[in-house]
């Protein structure tokens, strides 16, 4: 009976066995993974003819595109008069909001105001007929305004040469158009991705209050301001401006509208209704400051006003561009950084809206049609336009539903330029200043940052980094900042991959991490590892090799333990183990020669598809023993439990 | 009984449910992952503080540091005659290749042939007493004596202003030391990683081909040549060259000596116990042609030779640092590149002969090693020395047991440089390019291209990267190629990781990647998703949320399916994936939204330690419901059946 038992016994050893050996086979006779061609072509494939189950034809392949590149195709022919009403509604808002904000902003882009009124004409345009969000306001906006000046100001001086200065400035905005929508043309969308939300936010932040800072020159009066933008030099200026005489009725007018603009805000939040007081607040601004001082003529008391504006419509700027000569590769240069900003903020206001009223925005289509609005607006006299926050939530309030409300918003401005200019005349520059400062406390968003705090630890250094950058440092520094400490982040992952050590959750066949769950029991003679990286690299094989040596002679010290304590396999799981390079198998082979030399025992469970393919390639598999791969921990673990009885005769 | 059955099987599913809520609770409830800074502050202490589980006294930890600084405190004790007999002949071995190279390797540096000579005694003796390896054999290399002169004639030409030319050598020298011996410092190794393996075989065929084609100049005995390394400017200087009159003489005993060495070295591959005569071949050749030249008196007819070689002790190059003035910062730059190199080629030999001999080397200390010698060297007349590969092979073979074959050497060498310079006048230097040729074969590893090819195409890219660059361009434009992809590849992946659908193995629990193993079965109805990605991050979240929905909109595509196919659930086999940041959870949760609103469930399993924390943290879990987070992808995927049945109430 004894032997009968034995004999039952070994032969559900020999059942077990033979059932491991299936699982293992089933790893080592996966299929090919598709070869790296395959992959990249298969993904341009996808990208470029959109999936369908018909057959491919060219005449639905370009209708298809043609409708892909103008979605107004598609929404077009539903179009209501109901749906009119409210985007006419809605334009007439955002175009009362967008006048006095459009002036305000070309100052800040160290333009003429009629620049600014230009950019909100031809963009939004051609935006309605390209562009895939329903939301989105297009115009000037105050960070890229902000960041146009301040890269253009480095290579011609805008009060020295103010026509050569804004040549660059069309020059920039023609290269930001091209960059954008090659972007999108080339599916390169995740380019954008490159700047976090952590690092956006900190920099929206640093350029909020660079932004402030420069509106002191309005405010205040100054006649000699720095042209840097950091917090330094700024204060400093102000300083100096301080100590020489000024006149307070630029402060005066300034402060008071803002806390009037300030007070519409507040009371729009408090009352949804409202919303329509904090739109129309700027406007109102204007018309009563510009009345005042009119009727006080202030202007002749120190109060600075805008002066001439240009009327009609935006001239043809073909001739201005400068595509040869020696600024073409700082224009390059800046369009490339204007473009990824104008991007990143327009696709993030876009993607926010879309998530709010369910529907989906295509990056690389947003892409296309802000590369063309601004290739055109480049043509027509217009600096870089793109979504702008505070205007697409006025539009959405307004309950806007189409583009059309673009439409309706350009026209509108269209006719002010052509009728309205004059009464521009008196308008005092310090309400610009108010109107910009009201905007930026949207910018500046200190929850987030908190949220941010709480979340992740090297994204806040991320969201530090821009926003000490843009503050202290310039706004290229503070974008550089940002982008370095990101992908710092990445490499660094790739470089310290965790280790864990696994163990058996009681009562079940799961292996998991034993710091990560305290409950998980280790196997007594097994090391059981998982290597936290889905790439075993040239940058962490050597790391993650020693750090096994390391451990393996640790729980190896004959000082240590009792002899039976001793491990006498390694086990690694590669679950998450994706892929691996020459340095990576390289690596394994190595480990397998020092444990071998250990009398140690290594088994692999579970490589991802490259990971064992490759590993098969190298002749790995074939140096480690075929047996010696599995497809779970759990059955590497039993294998090896299994040989060492074996090997110990019991 | 009807019932009864009916409360059996509640009570059964009841229970099943219980359990899963309580594996899912382990998930919940793990203890807090060690915080940024812990985790930083226990690797910096496991770094500087060698583990031990003696408490921690100054004494014990200074000493340990000492015999960690000098190895040779802890082997000199046990040393014993036996191996000095062994050391010495390995020693005397190694000096016999070592002159002729050393002289030839100073050629190629563009300096006097005794500065490879004094390179060959000050750095092996620094090295002997710090270094960890056993069988490196210290002196110029030729990678990082053409490195050097590339790098450096770009400053100051050597033939124009030679002692300003050896001035920046030894300035570089010091840089290299500095930097090399900081890394080993701060613990900075994994630097040395960035140039992984594929990219140093590429970067050594292409500086070996280019380090060939600057020997025709000593082997045709050309007068004026090009100072660039690139193929095309070599190639167009020798055919200049080839049109003007030249002396057969030094082509013919530099090609006669050449056969001789490569036959040599053939015969001692053949047979392993001639490997002296590879070794002797170049001293003997060198003998042979100052003979031949002297009797000849060949040096009338054309024949270069040397000439004068100052003898002597290594002057104090103390006074000729650069370290103010122009050059500092380009001296700086050139030591870093060299400190890598060198570094990466020292480090790699001394592998892999560690690994034959079963013995591990510590990288941080061999970088300290590596960097103090080099800066005693730069001190001393010397320039970049590093552990050379084919003297290695050498020292290996003539069966040194410890570094004081390296002091054997030094001492030999240091003797010859006493006496023997003076027989080296007549020695025609068509030789020395000679000797530099013969070593050549053994920097480029056709067979490990193949390898690498048949492993990894994207290691195969960064490879032929290197050697295009290095070949058509410049050392240093080889090297940034090779960087740049290999960085390209970890980025690529970063940003685009693969997602797999996963199924059920038949007969077992086990959910698998339906591509990587066919025979996996999809549940109906649930959506099985693997990211394989262990960083779920601001470069792919949006590229992973949009992969996801679309798969989703695809299964829920009305026309496509029967209603009873129509997918109810969405599992996110989260296993992969250990960290998530700001852009991560933000991305689940937007996830979560859209298939809210397509009414689809959406559970995840088994996240990652700070995964889980992260959004735990973001309020993720919470919008989830903690209900619908699992420890395994197959309870998810259960949990999310029963829920339906639960839901159509059967």
């Not at 000699?224 to 917090?231: A, G, P, Q, V």
């Not at 968003?445 to 000490?468: H, P, R, S």
């Not at 503050?471 to 940002?482: H, N, P, T």
């Not at 691996?580 to 390289?586: F, I, Q």
């Amino acid at each position: 009976m004894d032997s009968s038992i034995e004999s039952t016994s070994a032969a559900k050893n020999a059942d077990e066995e033979s059932r491991r050996r299936r699982m293992g086979d089933i790893v080592l006779n996966t299929p090919e993974p598709p070869a790296l061609w395959h992959e990249i072509s298969v993904s341009i494939k996808e990208e470029v003819f959109p999936r369908s189950s018909e057959p491919f034809s060219l005449l639905t392949w370009i209708l298809s595109a043609a409708q892909g590149l103008f979605p107004v195709l598609q929404w077009g022919r539903s179009y209501s008069f109901k749906y009119f009403r409210s985007d006419f509604m809605a334009g007439l808002t955002l175009a009362s909001l967008g006048i006095p904000q459009s002036i305000g902003y070309a100052n800040l882009a160290k333009l003429d105001p009629q620049y600014g009124l230009y950019t909100s004409v031809v963009p939004p345009l051609i935006y309605s007929v390209m562009g895939t969000s329903r939301d989105i306001a297009i115009g000037p906006v105050a960070v890229v305004s902000l960041l146009l000046s301040s890269m253009v100001q480095k290579v011609v001086d805008p009060t020295a040469d103010p026509i050569a200065y804004r040549k660059l400035v069309f020059t920039a905005t023609l290269f930001t158009g091209i960059f954008q929508a090659s972007f999108g043309m080339f599916r390169l969308g995740f380019l954008v991705d490159f700047l976090s939300h952590a690092a956006i936010v900190g920099f929206m932040a640093g350029a909020a209050i660079v932004i402030g800072l420069q509106q002191l020159k309005g405010l205040l009066g100054i006649n000699h301001f720095t042209n840097k933008t950091n917090i330094v030099s700024v204060i400093k200026a102000v300083w100096v401006a301080l100590h020489q005489p000024w006149h307070y009725g630029n402060f005066l007018i300034g402060c008071v509208f803002l806390i009037f603009i300030l007070c519409a805000r507040f009371m729009a939040r408090r009352n949804k209704k409202l919303f329509w007081l904090s739109a129309i607040a700027p406007l109102l601004s204007v018309i009563l400051s510009t009345l005042l001082v009119f009727v006080m003529r202030a202007d002749k008391h120190g109060v600075k006003i805008i002066q001439h504006v240009t009327g009609g419509l935006n001239p043809s700027s073909v001739k201005q561009l400068q595509l040869q000569g020696p600024y073409v590769g700082e224009c390059a240069k800046i369009g490339l950084v204007c473009a990824v900003i104008a991007l990143t903020e327009a696709i993030a206001v876009g993607r926010s809206f879309a998530s709010i009223n369910g529907y989906k925005l295509d990056g690389n289509k947003e892409m296309i049609a802000m590369g063309f609005m601004n290739v055109a607006g480049s043509l027509s006299s217009c600096y870089v336009a793109t979504g702008s926050f505070s205007r697409t939530a006025v539009n959405f309030s307004a309950g806007c539903k189409t583009t059309v409300s673009n439409i309706v918003m350009a026209v509108t401005v269209f006719i002010a330029l052509q009728l309205l200019t004059r009464l521009l005349y008196y308008t005092p520059v310090t309400i610009l200043a108010s109107i910009i400062l009201s905007a930026l406390p949207g910018l500046i968003d200190v929850k987030e940052v908190c949220n941010i705090w709480e979340i992740d630890k090297m994204d806040f250094l991320t969201c530090i980094g821009a926003f000490l950058g843009v503050l202290f440092g310039s706004v290229e520094i503070g974008l550089s900042a940002a982008v370095i400490i990101s992908f710092a982040k990445i490499i660094i992952r790739s470089i310290r991959p965790h280790i864990e050590m696994l163990g058996r959750i009681q009562g079940t066949d799961i292996f998991c991490s034993i710091r990560q769950y305290p409950t998980a029991a280790q196997t007594q003679g097994v090391l059981l590892i998982r290597i936290d990286s889905s790439f075993l690299c040239f940058m962490n094989a050597n790391f993650i090799r020693e750090r096994i040596t390391r451990w393996v002679m640790e729980e190896c010290d004959p000082n240590d333990k009792k002899p039976g304590e001793k491990i006498h396999s390694v086990v690694i799981d590669m679950s998450t183990v994706m892929n691996v390079d020459t340095s990576g198998t390289a690596a394994v082979g190595e480990m397998h020669k020092e444990l071998l030399f250990l009398g140690i025992q290594l088994a692999i469970a579970n490589p991802g598809w490259q990971a064992i393919h490759k590993m098969k390639r190298a002749g790995l598999v074939e140096r480690i023993g075929g047996e010696w791969v599995f497809l779970t921990a759990g059955e590497a673990v039993r294998a090896c439990l299994a040989a060492k009885d074996a090997a110990c005769g019991c």
